[in-house]
């Protein structure tokens, strides 16, 4: 189940890269929330694509991510992912490295992301 979930983690990313914002919205949850330090939580599947469309707007890239752990409930219908990663920004800063903590839950039988929370 490790394996499905990284997989799909790997599809969000590399839509992301590719600016294909409409599959990563996708892979979230219709409730799904975004905690960033500095802003309020945004809550659903419009605020992921807001999200998105500010980070093409800046200019940032994803130029590394590293997955450190991921952790499926017994049950195999939730789980937790750590993911450190590394942006560059339009400017060419690159702040960070951050770690991004995504919850996963399975919606028929797919798992989707419910939780996205950067620090």
């Known amino acids: 189940m490790a394996d499905e ?7 969000v990313s590399d839509a992301f890269d ?11 949850t ?6 960033q330090p500095g802003k309020p939580i945004e809550v659903g599947r419009d605020a992921m694509m807001k999200g998105c469309e500010e980070a093409k707007a800046s200019g940032m890239k994803m130029t590394s991510h590293e997955i ?3 952790d499926v409930s017994p049950d195999g219908e ?16 690159t702040p960070g490295p951050f770690h991004n903590t995504l919850i996963w839950k399975k919606v028929d039988g797919v798992f989707e992301v419910c939780l996205d929370t950067v620090s």
């Open 5 to 11: 979930v990284k997989a799909r983690f790997k599809k």
């Open 18 to 28: 590719a600016g294909d914002y409409k599959t990563v919205v996708s892979m979230y």
């Open 30 to 35: 219709k409730d799904c929330r975004a905690v």
């Open 68 to 70: 450190l752990h991921v």
């Open 78 to 93: 939730m789980a937790y992912m750590v993911v450190r990663m590394e942006i560059k920004m339009g400017d060419g800063s």
